[in-house]
């Protein structure tokens, strides 16, 4: 998977670190941090909830942009 994605500091809300995901799934993103070594794991409790984790002493977060679904379209099978 080659997507890169902004995370945002809790503690600072104007500092971001834009990372590589490796991969995911419902309750982990597996990141990296681009042009380094550097990998680590965001987490979320549901579905609803933002992924978060630390890296080196700072709390960053990741809410994944929901995908809006016509009704009409949903039944009919279509995205």
């Known amino acids: 998977m ?9 503690d600072r809300p104007g500092e971001t670190l834009e990372v590589d995901l490796i991969t995911s799934d419902e309750t982990v993103l597996q990141l990296e941090v681009p ?33 809006w679904v016509n009704k009409t379209d949903a039944r009919r099978g279509a995205k």
Request: positive net charge.
């Open 2 to 10: 080659d997507k890169r994605i902004i995370l945002v500091d809790v």
């Open 35 to 67: 042009n380094t070594n550097v990998q680590f794991r965001l987490f979320r409790r549901d579905r609803n909830a933002a992924y978060e984790g630390s890296l080196g002493g700072r709390y960053f977060c990741f809410i994944p942009p929901r995908v």
